[in-house]
């Protein structure tokens, strides 16, 4: 979508000036308020809900929120396991995208299709497959239930198809006489690589890196049964919040959401910047 | 796209095998391996695990549920999807730009946060619209509308990521030849711009489906999740895995990971048809 938008704006303008799109006709007024109000009703309206509900109580509401030794830790260990298990999906990610585009193997169409296998399954269901081989009866003898592993392990399964799916389309446009050309003027294959290909590919990899710690922050149902949620040590900030709410104080759930969605918001804006760039450059 | 044998890229032999033995096992230790437990834990007394989560009047009744929320939601979702994309693509109006980043805004919220809002403006006692919907006869919050409300938010950028990059492509000249020759908007819609944007509308409705099947944390903050009344099957997996009848949580999860997994092939098959157009 991001991408879509840049390109909208990119494009030449005899299409902007075309007749038909100049103006909003009757039809297309009525489709816009439609649209809009369904849109308000289920998106703008609950989430403004969340903030008029943290801001309700004023800053104090998110400074005794944030006071609790236990949310202030369930913040920091979403965060932190966010961050690295996006480091190192730019690695694995960028990696697997290649592979898919430029190794040709017996097999690949399959691995294709398991990329997206993350996306689609139900995510306790992510929990409850990843306890069978890393539980307490595991096979290989690695046990990291109710252990902070368990949480990278989860955000990293469910991460997995976001920069793989964002650097794919860009390694497949990627024009390979520029690598011929810096070959056959001595460069070695890492030179070209760190010095023709990553660099095309870095735009894509922060974009896709952005959906994936938005994903990595907003992450419960795989946590739920793996990380045990233990309060300070391995519960994240989804699961605090859900408790908030169970227990029915919604001001605090409404304060811990309105920081996740700051985090959420941050992200979105550096991946339509990073977006923007590339449009621009390209 | 390039032919292995002239690109300096897969790099030498080595690096290549190396490459390859990274990817495969890392996928194989974090995906496939894992996976396969789920299709042996749940076969591993044959057909009878699947059976007897059949026989379970709650599974059967969560299973309809997720079935009748899923569908109900990509319904509603698509029709909003492609007039929402026709409108960002075709239409020049004010906050035109904000509005596609903001359609991308649930990708990035927490299924918990997506029940808190909900909860927050349809819940019948101190939501904001909750009490006068439900003075008119309609419960949101703990009832079917809540749980589509919350599935559609989820899935909503789904079929609009799929459609808007096509009808980019397309451009207008044949919707504007259409209408120059006297079709009015619907039949320009349904006779020129349909078609065109077909595989990218199944494709989003697909994956939507797939989505809205899976969907559990929001649905579970606003659900009842009552098992046999306003339960869904994913909440019902953790209920069981957690009550110590994990046979029936595997049976159950294999159903909608074959579901998903199906949903995935689906799209597989299609996409190569539609690039060699």
Redesign the interface.
């Known amino acids: 979508?991001?991408?879509?938008?840049a390109?909208?704006?990119g494009?030449p303008a005899r299409?902007?000036r075309?007749?038909?799109?100049?103006?909003?006709?009757a039809?297309?007024s009525l489709?816009?308020g439609?649209?809009m109000i369904?849109?308000s009703l289920?998106?703008?309206?609950?989430?403004s809900?969340?903030v008029v509900?943290a801001a309700g109580g004023g800053w104090s509401t998110f400074e005794h929120v944030l006071a609790s030794e236990q949310t202030r830790s369930a913040l920091q260990l979403t965060v932190v396991s966010s961050l690295a298990v996006t480091a190192l999906n730019m690695v694995?990610g960028t990696?697997?995208a290649?592979?898919l585009?430029?190794?040709?193997?017996r097999g690949m169409?399959l691995?294709?299709?398991?990329i997206?296998?993350?996306?689609?399954?139900?995510?306790?269901?992510v929990g409850?497959?990843?306890l069978?081989?890393?539980g307490p009866d595991s096979p290989i003898g690695v046990e990291i239930q109710n252990t902070r592993w368990a949480v990278l392990?989860a955000m990293?399964?469910v991460t997995?198809p976001f920069i793989v799916r964002t650097v794919q389309p860009v390694l497949?446009e990627l024009d390979?006489d520029a690598?011929?050309a810096?070959?056959s003027l001595g460069a070695s294959?890492f030179t070209?690589?760190r010095r023709v290909?990553l660099p095309a590919l870095v735009p894509a990899i922060f974009a896709g890196a952005a959906?994936s710690f938005?994903?990595g922050?907003?992450?419960?149902?795989s946590l739920?049964?793996i990380s045990g949620n233990l309060p300070g040590r391995t519960e994240v900030?989804?699961v605090r919040?859900?408790s908030f709410?169970e227990g029915g104080n919604?001001a605090a759930?409404?304060a811990v959401?309105t920081v996740?969605?700051v985090i959420?918001?941050l992200?979105?804006v550096t991946l339509?910047v990073v977006q923007r760039r590339v449009a621009r450059r390209v | 796209?390039?032919s292995?044998s002239?690109?300096?890229?897969?790099?030498?032999p080595v690096?290549?095998w190396v490459?390859?033995l990274?990817?495969v096992a890392?996928?194989f230790?974090?995906?496939?391996?894992?996976?396969w437990?789920?299709v042996k834990?749940t076969f591993a007394n044959g057909m009878t695990g699947i059976q007897e989560a059949l026989a379970d009047p709650d599974v059967v009744h969560a299973l309809q549920l997720t079935a009748q929320i899923a569908v109900a939601s990509v319904v509603i979702n698509t029709v909003?999807g492609v007039?929402?994309s026709?409108?960002?693509?075709?239409?020049?109006?004010i906050g035109r730009?904000a509005?596609?980043?903001?359609?991308?805004?649930?990708?990035?919220?927490?299924?918990?946060?997506?029940?808190?809002?909900?909860?927050?403006?349809?819940n019948g006692q101190f939501g904001?619209f909750g009490p006068w919907l439900e003075a008119h006869g309609l419960q949101v919050v703990f009832a079917m509308p809540g749980m589509i409300?919350a599935t559609?938010?989820v899935i909503?950028?789904l079929v609009?990521?799929e459609v808007?990059?096509v009808l980019?492509e397309l451009?207008?000249d044949q919707?504007?030849a259409a209408?120059s020759l006297g079709a009015n908007?619907w039949q320009t819609f349904w006779r020129i711009t349909l078609p065109g944007i077909r595989w990218a509308v199944v494709y989003g409705v697909v994956?939507s489906l797939?989505?809205a099947?899976?969907?559990?944390?929001a649905v579970k903050?606003v659900a009842g999740n009552v098992g046999g009344e306003t339960q869904v099957a994913?909440?019902l997996?953790?209920q069981k895995?957690?009550g110590f009848e994990q046979d029936t949580?595997?049976s159950v999860?294999f159903m909608?990971?074959l579901a998903?997994?199906l949903?995935?092939?689906v799209?597989?098959l299609l996409r190569p048809k539609e690039g060699k157009k």
Do not use: H
């Not at chain 1, 979508?1 to 938008?5: D, E, G, I, R, S």
């Not at chain 1, 289920?42 to 989430?47: A, G, K, N």
């Not at chain 2, 002239?6 to 030498?12: H, K």
């Open positions: 979508m991001a991408t879509a938008a390109v909208a704006d494009r299409w902007r075309s007749a038909s799109s100049g103006s909003l006709t039809g297309s489709g816009l439609v649209a369904w849109f289920l998106v703008l309206i609950p989430l809900a969340i509900k694995m990696t697997i290649w592979m585009v430029r190794d040709r193997f169409g691995l294709d299709l398991l997206d296998i993350p996306f689609a399954m139900p995510t306790i269901v409850l497959v990843l069978s081989l890393y392990l990293a399964f997995l497949e390979t690598e011929d810096a070959a294959r070209t690589f290909i959906l938005a994903r922050i907003s992450e419960y149902g739920l049964l900030v989804s919040l859900f709410l919604l759930a409404a959401a996740m969605l959420a918001l992200a979105i339509d | 796209m390039s292995p002239t690109t300096v890229g897969t790099g030498s690096v290549k490459l390859r990274v990817v890392y996928l230790l974090l995906l496939v391996w894992p996976t437990f789920l834990n909003f007039g929402i026709l409108l960002l693509v075709r239409q020049r109006f730009r509005l596609s980043v903001l359609i991308d805004l649930p990708l990035s919220v927490s299924p918990v946060v997506v029940g808190l809002a909900l909860v927050l403006v349809y904001w409300l559609c938010f909503l950028p609009v990521r808007v990059p980019e451009g207008e919707e504007q209408r908007a994956l797939a989505r099947l899976g969907e559990f944390g903050v994913t909440v997996v953790q895995y957690q949580a595997y999860s909608l990971v998903a997994v949903c995935l092939v799209v597989a």
